[in-house]
């Protein structure tokens, strides 16, 4: 009874935002071997509570300092994760025109719009490139600045167009290799190299395109696009994961919401 009469709202959001953060972490960690560690550390912060409860002090000494010295260990496991938490707190809308920037009118030109890309059009040149077997690695900017992947390949400044995209990844193209990054339905750079994922989950099937796409996600908020050039699928990737999708209006709807 005393702890309701105590209970204040600030409790009540402070128990939210707790909820709120694990959520998050377990979204993160999910699907991955990270969930397996995220688990054990949870079952030892349980027993170490259970241990202070009972009055135990050998092992609630012994396992209050490998909880206490362990969050060094945590960064190092989780750096990954970590990342990409930071990244999806700092990616959020605030930057960009959709968000408050749009009500600013001086700084209307300094916000990127990536959702002026033609999206339609990158879609049929992938679908095309598919039928035809080609590979090709597309990256769409969103918030998160490139530059330090675009200054690896050759710098361009092209309208995104159908028959440039299939030309760039021609196999007999000097620029099919690496990776195009679109940047506000402009072509910014072609041949630029990615990031590639160490992530042991990517099944086998998928190589160094996937995995760089994989990468490149993972390490930005940017969204990426990989045509198989053994099957001509094509794979969509955002946040480090696979999107699945059923068809190809399917995939141009997810494409411009993401890029909205």
């Not at 990127?112 to 035809?132: F, H, L, P, Q, R």
Request: charged share 20%; aromatic share 8%; proline share 1%.
């Amino acid at each position: 009874m005393d702890i309701l009469e105590n209970f204040r709202i600030l409790d009540l959001v402070d128990i939210l935002l707790v909820a709120t953060l694990l959520y998050y972490l377990y979204k993160l960690v999910k699907g991955t071997v990270a969930i397996n560690i995220f688990l054990g550390i949870c079952i030892i912060w349980v027993i170490w509570k259970i241990t202070q409860l009972l009055q135990m002090e050998m092992l609630s000494t012994i396992l209050g300092q490998f909880i206490g010295a362990g969050m060094f260990a945590l960064i190092v496991v989780f750096q990954q994760e970590i990342r990409k938490f930071l990244l999806m707190i700092g990616s959020t809308n605030i930057g960009r025109k959709s968000g408050f920037l749009k009500h600013i009118k001086f700084l209307q030109d300094e916000a990127k719009d990536s959702s002026n890309t033609k999206v339609e059009v990158i879609i049929e040149a992938c679908e095309k490139m598919g039928s035809d077997k080609t590979g090709a690695l597309i990256v769409i900017q969103r918030t998160t600045n490139l530059d330090f992947v675009k200054n690896t390949g050759d710098s361009m400044n092209l309208e995104v167009n159908k028959p440039i995209l299939q030309s760039i990844f021609f196999k007999n193209s000097t620029l099919h290799d690496g990776a195009v990054i679109i940047e506000e339905n402009r072509i910014t750079a072609t041949r630029a190299i990615l990031p590639v994922s160490n992530e042991r989950n990517i099944p086998l099937r998928f190589g160094l395109r996937h995995r760089a796409a994989v990468g490149i996600t993972e390490k930005t908020d940017a969204v990426a696009l990989v045509v198989s050039e053994e099957t001509g699928a094509i794979s969509y990737l955002k946040d480090g994961e696979f999107v699945l999708f059923k068809t190809t209006q399917e995939l141009i709807e997810l494409l411009r919401k993401d890029l909205s």
